[in-house]
């Protein structure tokens, strides 16, 4: 008899389930006592105790009964598998079936998982690059700049490289920088640096940060050759091209952590910052910022068609190599665009040679 059955020598009911408590992703083995209210234990500890009028019903394969709690926190939920020890927690939760509130919860979590695959969809049907391009302007500068500064690390930590900080060679670098900066009519929130890696490379990353190789450093035979290189990076920067190249290179793995707010570690950043140095940008991207390049350099009254030489010599004539990247155009396409109607040098040089030659040496440590 049933009343009879809190007596019998089995009255301490229970059995073993799965516990998430809706906080870690960790599935527990926890052990159920079903007194006056259900106590979930682990070790002999408990972790929980949900009151029977709190308990409602999740939606859950066949063959488990899935509960939630509603002072429990929202993703918290119990898995029964057993079918005897199931059947007495439905007999003592009146109101398992309620339409609880919770479902409003669960009804959000659909709601965005469909906003995620219709965005996947959008990004199949009609192409990344147009996604990226709308994407691009929406998304918030606080928001670029923390994923710049995650980036960064992860940059450093993949060349395995350093910032260059040779005090003579910071100054003239500065001095440079700054030069093209204003010329460019950047503000003073762009930062950039020399960075310890023999890659003959240069790049930008989202969030206002220019970073130049000492490897391309150590093949330029003047200070043109670099501003040039520099100017193009400022041009990616100015026109958000790096955050544009994360997400069309981040892919579906990227939208779906911008919708769920997943950033920071997920490893759709880690690829993107892998393809931001490697290749990143469609060649309209780079045209424009060789443009825009090619354009500071006019206005300082320096010779844009240094930065194309540098280029030919590091990339060779096909633009092989890692090198200032290979998605570039041609690198003699390049210098062909950049020796066009290129005036003669009409202003000061950008450096003194005293500054040039420290500059070459800004990665070198000994003083
Ligand atoms: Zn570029």
Request: with cysteine; charged share 25%.
């Amino acid at each position: 008899m049933d009343s009879d059955a809190a007596e019998t020598p089995k009255s301490q009911r229970g059995g073993s389930a799965i516990y998430f408590d809706g906080v870690s992703s960790r599935r527990r083995t926890v052990t159920l006592r079903l007194s006056d209210r259900l106590d979930i234990d682990e070790d002999g500890q408990t972790l929980a105790a949900w009151d029977y009028s709190d308990i409602r019903r999740a939606d859950s394969p066949a063959g488990v009964l899935r509960l939630s709690c509603l002072t429990a926190s929202a993703l918290a939920r119990l898995e029964v598998r057993d079918t005897a020890l199931a059947a007495e927690l439905v007999a003592r939760c009146a109101r398992m079936d309620d339409n609880a509130p919770g479902r409003r919860g669960v009804a959000a979590i659909v709601g965005w998982s469909l906003a995620a695959a219709a965005s996947i969809v959008a990004v199949v049907l009609f192409g990344l690059p147009l996604i990226a391009d709308r994407l691009t302007p929406l998304v918030p500068e606080a928001f670029e700049r923390r994923l710049g500064d995650v980036a960064d690390s992860q940059v450093k930590t993949i060349f395995d490289a350093k910032v260059c900080d040779n005090p003579a060679g910071q100054k003239a670098f500065v001095k440079l920088v700054t030069a093209l900066r204003e010329s460019a009519g950047l503000d003073t929130s762009v930062q950039s640096g020399v960075l310890s890696s023999p890659v003959p490379n240069a790049f930008a990353l989202p969030g206002g940060k220019v970073y130049l190789f000492n490897g391309l450093l150590a093949k330029a035979e003047n200070a043109d050759e670099i501003a040039g290189v520099l100017a193009h990076e400022l041009g990616h920067l100015k026109h958000r091209d790096s955050m544009r190249g994360l997400i069309h290179n981040g892919g579906t793995s990227f939208l779906i952590g911008l919708l769920f707010g997943d950033i920071t570690g997920s490893s759709a950043l880690i690829f993107g910052s892998r393809t931001l140095v490697t290749s990143s940008h469609s060649r309209e991207a780079e045209t424009n910022a060789d443009s825009f390049a090619i354009e500071i350099m006019h206005r300082l009254g320096r010779p844009a068609k240094s930065t194309g030489e540098l280029l030919l010599r590091v990339t060779g004539k096909e633009g092989k190599g890692l090198s200032i990247i290979s998605t570039h155009p041609l690198s003699e396409d390049r210098l062909a665009r950049m020796s066009r109607q290129d005036p003669p040098a009409s202003g000061p040089p950008l450096l003194s040679a005293e500054e040039w030659r420290s500059l070459k040496s800004i990665c070198e440590t000994k003083i």
